[in-house]
C-alpha cells in the first residue's frame, strides 16, 4: 500500500470510532505501531485535527470531514450481502431502514458499480421468526440505545415463570434464537433472556448509567476469562 493510500485508510479509521488504539491501526493497515505513530504526526502536522497520543489513543476532533466518497466494486458487493443477510433477521423497523439506506447506496454508484453489487451471487432465505420475538427486538434495541430499564415476565426452559427488573445492554442473534444480555437486578448478575421465551415486556421510564462491573464491556470481559478458564480445565 502507497503511504498515501495508507495516511487517507488511516483518517478514515478513526473518524470512524469513538479511539483508535495505535495497535489497533497498526493490525487493520498490516504495519508496525511505529509507522503508525509517524503517519499520525504527519497528518497532525498537515493539519488533520487528531487529538491523542501515543500509548493511549488517537480520535478525531468533532466538524472534520471528507469529500463524499466512491465505493469500489468489491465494497459495493460487500454491502449488499451485508444488508441481504441481516435484513431477514432484523426487526421491522431496522429491516427498513437497511433497505432504505442500500438504495440510497446503490443510486449514485457509477452504472457499472451498481451492476456488479447488485448482481452479487450472495442471497439469504427468508426466516419465519415468532411474530412476537420480532415485535420485541425493536423496543429491547431502543431500550438499550436509551439507557431505559425493562421489567420482563419470563418463563425459561424448565416453563418457570418470573419477573425481572433488568437494564437492557445488547441484543444478540446466534443463528437460531435471539437473546438479550442484561444486568439483572434481582440476581445482581449479568444474564441472558431468550427474546421468544419473553412473556411481556414494559419499557420503564427508569434509566440507567454505566457502572463498573455492569456494563456490556464487563460483561465481554468476564465472558472471556471463563472460555479461557474453562480451556484450561479450571471449574468455576
Not at 462491573?213 to 460483561?219: E, I, Q
Request: aromatic content about 8%; hydrophobic content about 45%; some cysteine.
Amino acid at each position: 500500500m502507497r503511504r498515501a493510500d495508507r495516511l487517507f485508510q488511516i483518517v478514515q479509521l478513526i473518524r470512524g470510532r469513538r479511539l483508535s488504539t495505535a495497535q489497533f491501526l497498526a493490525q487493520r493497515l498490516e504495519v508496525s505501531e511505529r509507522t503508525i505513530y509517524r503517519d499520525v504526526a504527519e497528518l497532525m502536522v498537515q493539519g488533520v485535527p487528531i487529538d491523542g497520543e501515543a500509548g493511549v489513543g488517537y480520535r478525531m476532533r468533532a466538524g472534520f470531514d471528507l469529500p463524499p466518497l466512491m465505493f469500489t466494486h468489491e465494497e459495493a458487493q460487500a454491502l449488499v450481502a451485508s444488508v441481504r443477510i441481516a435484513q431477514p433477521r432484523l426487526d421491522a423497523a431496522l429491516a427498513a431502514q437497511a433497505e432504505n439506506a442500500l438504495s440510497k447506496i446503490l443510486a449514485v454508484l457509477p452504472v457499472a458499480a451498481r451492476a456488479a453489487a447488485e448482481s452479487l451471487a450472495v442471497y439469504a432465505p427468508p426466516i419465519e421468526f415468532d411474530p412476537g420475538t420480532r415485535a420485541r427486538l425493536e423496543p429491547l434495541r431502543l431500550a438499550a440505545e436509551a439507557r431505559r430499564k425493562v421489567r420482563l415476565n419470563y418463563r425459561d426452559l424448565k416453563d418457570s415463570e418470573s419477573q425481572r427488573t433488568v437494564r437492557p445492554l445488547g441484543c444478540f442473534y446466534w443463528g437460531a434464537v435471539w437473546t438479550l444480555a442484561a444486568w439483572c437486578e434481582a440476581r445482581t448478575e449479568f444474564r441472558s433472556f431468550r427474546v421468544d421465551r419473553i412473556q411481556t415486556l414494559q419499557v420503564l421510564d427508569d434509566t440507567f448509567r454505566d457502572e463498573p462491573g455492569k456494563t456490556l464491556p464487563d460483561l465481554f470481559r468476564q465472558t472471556q476469562a471463563e472460555m479461557g478458564h474453562r480451556a484450561n480445565g479450571i471449574s468455576l
